[in-house]
Each structure stands twice: as C-alpha cells, then as structure tokens.
C-alpha cells in the first residue's frame, strides 16, 4: 500500500507533560493533537499502547489487546464525576522530565481501585461511606471523602453524559464493552486478578491449577474473586472509553495515528497463559526455546529478548485466528501499523530457553506469505509499515514488496559505513518511511556529539550546517527526501542530546521515561514545522 507524501512525529502519550507525573490519553494529548494540527503534521507515531511488565517497556506487555491504565487521564474521570478532588490530587506530581514508574504504578492503583469502587456503587444504588485519609508506604494520601462530596461526586456521574467529553461512563456502556471485547478481556482480567494475588509474580511460578488453566480450578477462583475481576474490566473501559475520545480528535483534525505492535509478545503475558497452543512450549508449559537477535549493530553478543516462539504450525491450523484477531484489534485503535521486527515472518532467531545471551541462537523459518494472506483475506488492504532493519535476507524484502508494505530507512545509519550505502536518501525508493531516528537510536544531537569522528563530518558535509543546528538539517534532509512519510521523534525538534534518548537496547530499566517540559507545544515551534512541510511538499 503506498501513502501519501507525509509527515509525521514520533512520540508515545507517555512522553507528554501535564500535572499526573506522566503523559496521558486525555487533555495533553488533546493538546498535542491541536499542535501537529497547527504544524501542518499529518501523522502521529506512537509506540505499544499495551499494559507494561516489569522494565516498563512498551515492547514487554502483559497483553497484546489490552490498555495501560498508566495513560489514563485521572481529570477526565474527575470531570466524570468518579473522583474526588482529594483523589485527583493525589495522581498529581511535578513534570521532572521524568516518568518515575514506581510512583505511578503506586498512585495509579489507588487511584482505579477507588474510582472501580464509586463506578460501582452508582451503578448499584450504593451510597459510598467517608473514609478516612491513610497513607501508603510511598507516602501517597488515599482520598478522604464525606457524605456530602460523595452526594456531589454521584450528581456529577449522573449527569455526565451532558458532557461530550465525559459520556459514555454508565453501566450499560461498559457491559456493551464487557460483551464486545470478552475474547480476550475475560482471559486478561482474570490472568490480573490471580498475577495481584500472587504478588504480581510471573505466571509460570502459580500453582499447577492456574498455571495450566484447570477449567475447574479457574471458575473457582473467578467466582470468588469477580468484583476484582470486574475491576479490571472497568479499568480496560476507562482507557478504550479515553481512546475513543482521542481518537475522534484526531479524525477531526486530519491525523492520521501510526501505532506499532512487536512481532512477538511478553513471556509474562495473558497472551501466552491463555494461548499455550500457538507457542513453543513444553508440557509444563515453560518455553522451549526464545527470541532474539544476533550480534548487530547494536550489541555484540546479539540481543536476548527472552520472548517465547510461535509453534507457526498451530497457528495455522487454526487458519491465525489469534492474529487476525489482534491485527484487527490494533487497527481499530490506530489509522497505520508498524510491524516491529518484520524480519521475523520470513525466519527468526531462535536461542534456546537455558542460554543467558543470543550469540547460540539459529534462524528458524516464520510463516511467510501464508499468514498475511490469511489476514488480509479477513481484513482487507493492510496499512502496515515494515520494520525490516538490521540484517535482512531477499526473502523478506520480497515478503515486504509482495503485500506492498513500505519499509523503513533510518538517516543516521548512511553516514557510519564509507561508501555509499541504501540509507543515504538519494537512495531512497518512494515508498518508504524515512526517520531521522528511533526510539532504538540516539537523539540526533547525542548521536553526533558520540559518532565517530570521520561518521561525523560526513554527516555534516551531508546535511549541511554547523554542529549547533544539526538536528534541525537532519530533519530537513529527512523532508526533502523521496520517501513517501518523513518521521523525526520529537526530542529531534527540541535538539535535544543523550538525556532525551527512548531507550537503548539490549539494556534493561531506567528507559522509556522521557517528558517533554510544560510550555514545550510552542507556536514558533509549530511555525517552523508548517513552513518546512510547505517547502517539501509534505503539508497535511
């Protein structure tokens, strides 16, 4: 599929400013939308949108369907009528530039499992009690309410669907939600409610029973447990109910959401608990081998993801209902799907469970054409991006041109090898997307201020300018291409150096937790994007 000539930012709502100590899907993001509008920006890359694991990263998640309550905004529920004031202070904290992971996932908990529980009572008829204000081990307040806020609180719910922006929180509109999305909300609520249990351990270490999902000792424990259950149901509710909302802006303003989901999925998954068919695991359920990378770019030793395999056989015979089913499901949330590690579908690398690095690993062959024609016998036309970085074969860019899927060129590669090379852009065919970087690359700053001396200078000699205005001409560059879309993370606008990167892979924590500062969605800012859009033709 080819898209128009465009451009785009890259930035997941995580990296948003505003008051609850991390970027949402509510009024920044809105916000954030009303700046590419003014920038003549037709695109707007995110990463994963799933629920995050241990590392917070957006490629780990505990689901492939299901929302991170993280980005949910504490003052659309406020405005709902399901928080108090107190309730909503307490989600607040100060933009440090930083995501504290620690803190949000602490106030965020209390936050849902009293809103759950008001969101419950209303519905049922239930007149909630004061309670008393108590402190968490992190020092967080939960809010304390009287009768008479309470009384306020239930109006405010009651008359919510009088907001536009605050309809749709009532019981029938989240059975409707429970109905239509039990496919996979069911087993994702239930594989949360036994991880809370066990102290959040991963689903490998449950008891025998959950573990290999006893039908008899599942509805024992889901019956005993459905209010909790139930909530995380609810919380599901919130975020899709938030989503809608923002997704409809963006409609409105003619942008178009690029979302991204990783070829494989999290071992500590509702995923892989609830589908032990489609992977290669032992009858213990424990996987036999994982993926990875080999040595590249990156990483000398390669990089150990430590994601299960499919058993591609059994996803076939079952005609990949499993992924026609999660393509569908990201592609109602988004406009246009990244594939990450596209070079999987053709072989991936496979290291055995035991091994602590992917330097042993041997490439297995993935299901070629089979699975994307099954997918788009179901779906239609797919709006799919490649990832098809890192070393690829001719069998997977003919997998990539058979369904006409752009691939992807990133401008700060062309400049390390000597020679001319497929990423400096006059290279570049017209359907594809070029990136000044990732969220795997350093900024373009910190890669010249790291880049090797004579890497650098051709760099500069390439794109013109002084060091000073670097980022700025790389992003230039990246317009005057000929590639379809031109995509810069938006650290790249600010010229921002190493202490703005994403991530770095093949490490683990202290990633993913880049803010942007208040006051940062400037008009000069949105001026100079609209101005460079006009020149290369890429204006929305």
Not at 153 to 174: K, M
Not at 332 to 352: C, E, K, Q, T, Y
Not at 416 to 421: A, I, T, W
Not at 449 to 461: E, G, H, I, K
Request: aromatic share 12%.
């Amino acid at each position: 599929m080819r898209f128009p000539r465009s451009s785009g930012i890259l930035l997941h709502p995580s990296s948003l400013s505003g008051p609850y100590g991390i970027g949402t899907i509510g009024a920044e993001s809105w916000k954030f939308i009303d700046f590419l509008a003014r920038a003549g920006i037709g695109l707007w890359q995110i990463l994963p949108l799933g629920p995050t694991g241990y590392g917070d990263s957006p490629y780990q998640c505990l689901s492939s369907f299901a929302g991170n309550p993280n980005l949910i905004d504490p003052g659309l529920v406020a405005e709902a009528g399901l928080a108090s004031p107190e309730e909503l202070e307490a989600c607040r904290a100060p933009n440090t530039g930083k995501v504290d992971f620690g803190w949000i996932f602490t106030s965020r908990r209390l936050f849902l499992d009293r809103i759950w529980e008001r969101f419950r009572e209303v519905n049922s008829g239930v007149r909630a009690e004061p309670q008393a204000a108590s402190k968490s081990p992190s020092g967080l307040g939960a809010a304390a309410t009287t009768g008479e806020k309470w009384q306020k609180a239930a109006s405010r719910a009651a008359i919510a669907t009088a907001n536009p922006e605050a309809s749709g929180l009532d019981q029938q509109s989240f059975r409707s939600f429970c109905d239509d999305n039990a496919s996979w909300l069911d087993d994702f609520s239930l594989f949360m409610t036994i991880k809370e249990e066990r102290g959040l351990e991963s689903w490998d270490r449950w008891p025998e029973e959950l573990r290999l999902r006893k039908a008899s000792a599942l509805a024992e424990f889901a019956a005993s447990r459905a209010d909790f259950v139930n909530k995380h149901k609810f919380i599901q509710f919130l975020f899709f109910s938030q989503w809608r909302i923002l997704k409809t802006r963006a409609e409105a303003a003619g942008l178009r959401i690029i979302g991204d989901i990783p070829i494989f999925v999290a071992w500590d998954s509702a995923d892989v608990w609830a589908h032990p068919e489609l992977f290669q695991l032992d009858a213990e359920c424990r996987p036999l081998k994982v993926a990875g990378v080999p040595p590249d770019y990156f990483t000398a030793t390669g990089q150990l993801w430590g994601n299960p395999l499919y058993d591609w056989k059994a996803n076939k015979a079952e005609r990949y209902t499993w992924w026609i089913s999660r393509i569908e499901a990201a592609l109602s949330l988004v406009d246009i799907l990244r594939i990450d590690h596209f070079r999987g579908f053709s072989a991936n690398w496979a290291v055995p469970a035991q091994d602590k690095t992917a330097e042993r690993g041997r490439w297995e062959p993935g299901p070629g054409a089979s699975l994307f024609d099954a997918v788009q016998e179901a779906l239609g036309s797919l709006p799919i991006i490649a990832e098809d970085l890192g070393f690829m074969t001719p069998e997977v860019y003919e997998l990539r041109d058979r369904y006409g899927f752009p691939g992807m060129k990133i401008l700060q590669f062309a400049f390390e090898p000597e020679g001319d090379n497929p990423d400096y852009p006059h290279n570049y065919p017209g359907n594809a997307v070029v990136y000044t970087g990732t969220h795997d690359n350093n900024t373009a700053a910190g890669w010249l201020a790291s880049a090797p001396r004579q890497a650098a200078a051709r760099a500069l000699a390439y794109v013109g300018g002084a060091r000073s205005g670097f980022s700025w001409n790389m992003i230039r560059t990246a317009w005057a291409s000929p590639a379809d879309m031109a995509i810069a993370p938006f650290q790249d606008l600010l010229g921002l150096g190493s202490e703005a990167r994403m991530n770095y892979p093949g490490t683990q924590n202290g990633w993913w937790s880049w803010r942007m500062a208040e006051g940062t969605l400037r008009s000069s800012l949105a001026k100079k994007l609209k101005d460079l859009g006009k020149t290369f033709f890429r204006l929305a």
